[in-house]
């Protein structure tokens, strides 16, 4: 049996050691409802609290702006429908760009059936949002600016800080979907003038099935959930400590090796961009080369079908992705590198490879010899690179 290479860090993380070791009690022994009054239910309720201080200093948040949620998608539709609910009388018109992840997307369309209006501003050919058409769009009736901080499918970062400035300047609320950046890169809430932000745990080698979303002191939005008086009656719902305690852990971990793990991630990035675009004709890099994940390189290979790339991969082995794992199965292209402006025929050959630091050179090395092959093997059976090579060959004669 082959060995397995994973490089698709972007879809979700191994469980960490360390943190499958701080969620078993939780399990098995201190099982307690954090919202029990007696005192054997004080352990868990302990650990929530601690929990949520380490997840709010990652972001130099306040403790008591964390809501606990079920994920990434969660938080991204609370964000969005208890804002629109909550700040309807002030306005209806929200804006967005047109690479958010689908959590974002379908959930601004919902709104739209709603009544709302939604304006989904343009990036650049690199994935960055255009910032002075993001201005511009904003009117009396911007309740919401929702701009992901860095892209799950080409690695592009926003920029925050500037997108924060202009929100602020207009009296405009800022959310950003961090669930690719939170605890890959910095994120000050408070230098950013982010006023709401999701994560989520399975992104940074946490347990899946948990996340936050950060909510600044002020912001009057409503809950998603209703019943129970969890979370300060924003999000009822029995608490998943094992999960809290295991995002908890797994965050104390990102953060502690972020610099470290980022450098060395994005040396091995560079090492795997620059032997594709150097070995591999015919291949365009998606994402800004340098503002971007350190460990996301996403590539278009011409004249192949990225379903078939990736299948022969995990025949040998190698998991991959062609774009985000919540669009797997879709027969259309990557509304993302659609919207960097790149044709249907070029979008259908793409392949995202996400990195870990626990990813080896030797990996890589292996990775780019089985994937010259396999690229080579498809075009040789494809009728368009046939034509391609035969008129390539006409204009040399």
Same mark, same amino acid.
């Not at 059936?113 to 769009?137: C, I, K, N």
């Not at 060395?264 to 594709?276: G, K, N, P, Q, S």
């Given at each position: /049996?082959?060995?397995?290479?994973?490089?698709?860090?972007?879809?979700?993380?191994?469980?960490?050691?360390?943190?499958?070791?701080?969620?078993?009690?939780?399990?098995?022994?201190?099982?307690?409802?954090?919202?029990?009054?007696?005192?054997?239910?004080?352990?868990?309720?302990?650990?929530?609290?601690?929990?949520?201080?380490?997840?709010?200093?990652?972001?130099?948040?306040?403790?008591?702006?964390?809501?606990?949620?079920?994920?990434?998608?969660?938080?991204?539709?609370?964000?969005?429908?208890?804002?629109?609910?909550?700040?309807?009388?002030?306005? /209806?018109?929200?804006?967005?760009?047109?690479?958010?992840?689908?959590?974002?997307?379908?959930?601004?369309?919902?709104?739209?059936?709603?009544?709302?209006?939604?304006?989904?501003?343009?990036?650049?050919?690199?994935?960055?949002?255009?910032? =002075?058409?993001?201005?511009?769009?904003?009117?009396?009736?911007?309740?919401?600016?929702?701009? /992901?901080?860095?892209?799950?499918?080409?690695?592009?970062?926003?920029?925050?800080?500037?997108?924060?400035?202009?929100?602020?300047?207009?009296?405009?609320?800022?959310?950003?979907?961090?669930?690719?950046?939170?605890?890959?890169?910095?994120?000050?809430?408070?230098?950013?003038?982010?006023?709401?932000?999701?994560?989520?745990?399975?992104?940074?080698?946490?347990?899946?099935?948990?996340?936050?979303?950060?909510?600044?002191?002020?912001?009057?939005?409503?809950?998603?959930?209703?019943?129970?008086?969890?979370?300060?009656?924003?999000?009822?719902?029995?608490?998943?400590?094992?999960?809290?305690?295991?995002?908890?852990?797994?965050?104390?971990?990102?953060?502690?090796?972020?610099?470290?793990?980022?450098?060395?991630?994005?040396?091995?990035?560079?090492?795997?961009?620059?032997?594709?675009?150097?070995?591999?004709?015919?291949?365009?890099?998606?994402?800004?080369?340098?503002?971007?994940?350190?460990?996301?390189?996403?590539?278009?290979?011409?004249?192949?079908?990225?379903?078939?790339?990736?299948?022969?991969?995990?025949?040998?082995?190698?998991?991959?992705?062609?774009?985000?794992?919540?669009?797997?199965?879709?027969?259309?292209?990557?509304?993302?590198?659609?919207?960097?402006?790149?044709?249907?025929?070029?979008?259908?050959?793409?392949?995202?490879?996400?990195?870990?630091?626990?990813?080896?050179?030797?990996?890589?090395?292996?990775?780019? =010899?089985?994937?010259?092959?396999?690229?080579?093997?498809?075009?040789? /059976?494809?009728?368009?690179?046939?034509?391609?090579?035969?008129?390539?060959?006409?204009?040399?004669?």
């Amino acid at each position: /049996m082959k060995k397995q290479i994973y490089l698709d860090n972007a879809a979700t993380t191994r469980v960490y050691p360390e943190v499958a070791e701080a969620m078993l009690p939780f399990l098995t022994e201190n099982y307690g409802n954090p919202a029990s009054v007696y005192s054997f239910a004080d352990t868990a309720k302990e650990a929530v609290d601690q929990a949520r201080r380490v997840l709010a200093e990652g972001i130099h948040a306040r403790p008591e702006e964390i809501y606990f949620t079920g994920g990434g998608s969660e938080s991204d539709n609370w964000a969005l429908k208890a804002t629109a609910e909550a700040y309807r009388n002030k306005g /209806m018109h929200i804006i967005t760009t047109k690479i958010e992840h689908h959590a974002i997307l379908h959930t601004a369309e919902y709104l739209e059936r709603q009544g709302f209006e939604v304006t989904y501003v343009d990036v650049d050919e690199s994935g960055v949002v255009r910032l =002075e058409e993001l201005e511009a769009a904003i009117r009396p009736d911007t309740i919401l600016i929702s701009v /992901m901080a860095a892209n799950n499918e080409i690695g592009t970062i926003q920029p925050l800080e500037e997108i924060g400035r202009i929100a602020k300047a207009h009296g405009v609320l800022f959310h950003t979907d961090a669930v690719q950046a939170y605890g890959h890169l910095p994120i000050d809430v408070e230098k950013m003038n982010i006023d709401m932000l999701s994560a989520s745990g399975h992104k940074v080698n946490g347990p899946k099935g948990i996340g936050i979303l950060y909510i600044r002191k002020g912001v009057k939005i409503r809950s998603l959930i209703h019943g129970g008086a969890q979370e300060r009656n924003r999000r009822a719902g029995t608490l998943n400590v094992p999960g809290i305690v295991g995002f908890g852990k797994a965050a104390v971990l990102a953060f502690d090796r972020m610099e470290e793990r980022a450098a060395y991630e994005t040396e091995l990035r560079d090492y795997l961009i620059t032997r594709v675009m150097n070995e591999i004709p015919y291949t365009r890099l998606n994402g800004d080369p340098v503002q971007r994940l350190p460990n996301n390189a996403n590539f278009c290979f011409r004249f192949i079908e990225g379903e078939s790339l990736l299948i022969l991969l995990d025949q040998n082995g190698i998991c991959g992705s062609s774009g985000s794992a919540c669009t797997s199965g879709s027969l259309d292209p990557s509304h993302v590198l659609l919207a960097i402006g790149l044709p249907h025929e070029i979008a259908h050959g793409s392949l995202r490879l996400t990195l870990s630091e626990e990813t080896t050179r030797e990996e890589i090395d292996f990775t780019l =010899e089985q994937l010259k092959k396999i690229l080579q093997r498809l075009r040789d /059976m494809s009728p368009l690179y046939e034509d391609f090579i035969k008129k390539q060959d006409v204009k040399k004669d």
